[in-house]
């Protein structure tokens, strides 16, 4: 009796084999676009392979990856890193690059010779740099500002404020920023609607002045960089929650479009240092 259960689920199990490998195999659906701006509680689906959904023309993504550095992304596929260095890179090799001088840890004299545009935010002949072009869908300019020296004095246009126009978005990346801004720098940079700020208070601008930035360029949504621990950066989120709400995300990767910025003023938080 036993022998003859055993034997007919065998064959059991055999016929359905044969029947799933004969049905038609099920259409995948393509990846979903995470906005986390839209939906900050979500968690970041990703597969395996960690490839990200396609972007929509109207959507850029911003990934932190650590200290200064931002790998932006755009709809047609360019890549962009900021304050590019030989200790913090993305792992994949970018179109355009952005560097400045204040130290090592924000510019390299190596850079990967498949980089297609190296963008110093210095002159290295002198003189302020000056940067103004389209990639694809991507337009980035500067606007040069001064940095302090080793021994207090000055060296004029040793840092960039680059601007990165990208899905209708206009997007500052502040670089080592060493002081506030005139209104001429104001009207050059222009209305940024996301900043990306440096908040450690010390190397570069202190705390009081870089709120003072952030109020001048009125932009809605603000991420912060250079924070080397966790107390510097909850010393500057202690002294602007009062008038930003603070929203800390899980993923050190967002989606960003016109329609998911924030209507109040926002920090967002990306894991990293």
Same mark, same amino acid.
């Given at each position: 009796?036993?022998?003859?259960?055993?034997? &007919?689920?065998?064959?059991?199990?055999?016929?359905?084999? +044969?029947?799933?490998?004969?049905?038609?195999?099920?259409?995948?659906? $393509?990846?979903?676009?995470?906005?986390?701006?839209?939906?900050?509680?979500?968690?970041?689906?990703? /597969?395996?392979?960690? /490839?990200?959904?396609?972007?929509?023309?109207?959507?850029?993504?911003?990934?932190?990856?650590?200290?200064?550095?931002?790998?932006?992304?755009?709809?047609?596929?360019?890549?962009?890193?900021?304050?590019?260095?030989?200790?913090?890179?993305? /792992?994949?090799?970018?179109?355009?690059?952005?560097?400045?001088?204040?130290?090592?840890?924000?510019?390299?004299?190596?850079?990967?010779?498949?980089?297609?545009?190296?963008?110093?935010?210095?002159? $290295?002949?002198?003189?302020?740099?000056?940067?103004? &072009?389209? &990639?694809?869908?991507?337009?980035?300019?500067?606007? $040069?500002?001064?940095? /302090?020296?080793?021994?207090?004095?000055?060296?004029?246009?040793?840092?960039?404020?680059?601007? &990165?126009?990208?899905?209708?978005?206009?997007?500052?990346?502040?670089?080592?920023?060493?002081?506030?801004?005139?209104?001429?720098?104001?009207?050059?940079?222009?209305?940024?609607?996301?900043?990306?700020?440096?908040?450690?208070?010390?190397?570069?601008?202190?705390?009081?002045?870089?709120?003072?930035? +952030?109020?001048?360029?009125?932009?809605?949504?603000?991420?912060?960089?250079?924070?080397?621990?966790?107390?510097?950066?909850?010393?500057?989120?202690?002294?602007?929650?009062?008038?930003?709400?603070?929203?800390?995300?899980?993923? $050190?990767?967002?989606?960003?479009?016109?329609?998911?910025?924030?209507?109040?003023?926002?920090?967002?938080?990306?894991?990293?240092?």
């Amino acid at each position: 009796m036993r022998r003859l259960v055993s034997v &007919f689920l065998s064959a059991a199990v055999g016929l359905s084999a +044969l029947l799933v490998a004969s049905l038609p195999a099920l259409a995948v659906a $393509p990846d979903q676009c995470l906005a986390l701006a839209e939906t900050p509680s979500r968690a970041l689906v990703q /597969r395996a392979s960690l /490839r990200f959904a396609q972007l929509k023309a109207s959507e850029v993504r911003l990934s932190y990856i650590g200290h200064s550095t931002f790998l932006i992304e755009s709809a047609a596929g360019v890549k962009i890193a900021t304050d590019y260095n030989d200790y913090v890179r993305p /792992r994949e090799v970018p179109d355009i690059i952005t560097m400045n001088r204040a130290h090592d840890t924000h510019h390299t004299s190596f850079p990967d010779p498949r980089i297609e545009h190296v963008l110093r935010g210095w002159n $290295p002949e002198g003189g302020p740099a000056v940067h103004d &072009f389209t &990639f694809r869908d991507v337009r980035v300019r500067n606007v $040069p500002t001064n940095i /302090r020296t080793w021994d207090g004095g000055t060296m004029p246009y040793g840092n960039s404020i680059f601007v &990165f126009e990208i899905a209708g978005l206009c997007i500052a990346h502040l670089g080592h920023l060493h002081h506030t801004l005139t209104t001429q720098q104001l009207a050059q940079i222009g209305q940024m609607d996301v900043v990306l700020v440096p908040v450690d208070g010390s190397f570069t601008l202190d705390l009081d002045g870089m709120l003072e930035v +952030l109020r001048a360029l009125k932009a809605p949504l603000v991420i912060p960089m250079h924070y080397f621990s966790s107390f510097t950066l909850n010393r500057f989120l202690s002294r602007i929650e009062d008038s930003f709400e603070v929203v800390r995300s899980e993923v $050190p990767t967002t989606v960003i479009s016109r329609a998911t910025l924030p209507r109040s003023p926002q920090v967002l938080v990306l894991p990293g240092h």
